[in-house]
């Protein structure tokens, strides 16, 4: 079992950057692969990053090369640097995670396990 809390959304202007972090519970957090989703009301939430217990990470195409996720397994935390922001990006931004040793992809919202309660994001154009 693992414990999800989000926290840095906010409010910022077109262009700008924050930097959001998801502390984890537990003691094994290593042996998780971790996930970045974000959805917005009425609609599904969508993937947008993910890393696995590796370090191998993958990006949704609209935000590769302007977000970057990481992990600091020593102190338990997943985090989710953003740059460049568009207003597109205002979402509620959740953070996952799925045991290391389940084998598939990272993708899909059925693909983990553990969710956060998700911070909010809003870019302003």
């Known amino acids: 079992q693992v414990q999800l809390v989000e926290s840095g959304g906010g409010l910022v202007q077109a262009g700008g950057s924050l930097r959001l972090s998801c502390a984890a519970s537990?003691?094994?957090?290593?042996?998780?692969?971790m996930g970045w989703f974000r959805q917005n009301k009425g609609k599904e939430r969508k993937f947008v990053a993910a890393?696995?217990?590796?370090?191998?990470?993958y990006y949704e195409d609209s935000v590769k090369g302007r977000f970057t996720i990481s992990r600091d397994n020593p102190n338990n935390q997943l985090h989710l640097n953003m740059n460049s922001l568009k207003p597109e990006d205002t979402a509620v931004y959740y953070c996952?995670?799925?045991?290391?040793?389940?084998?598939?992809?990272?993708?899909?919202?059925?693909?983990?396990?553990?969710w956060g309660r998700g911070t909010q994001v809003t870019v302003s154009s």
């Open positions: 996952a995670a799925r045991s290391a040793w389940r084998a598939g992809s990272l993708l899909e919202v059925h693909d983990y396990d553990y």
């Open positions: 537990g003691r094994t957090f290593s042996s998780y692969h």
């Open positions: 890393i696995r217990s590796s370090g191998a990470a």
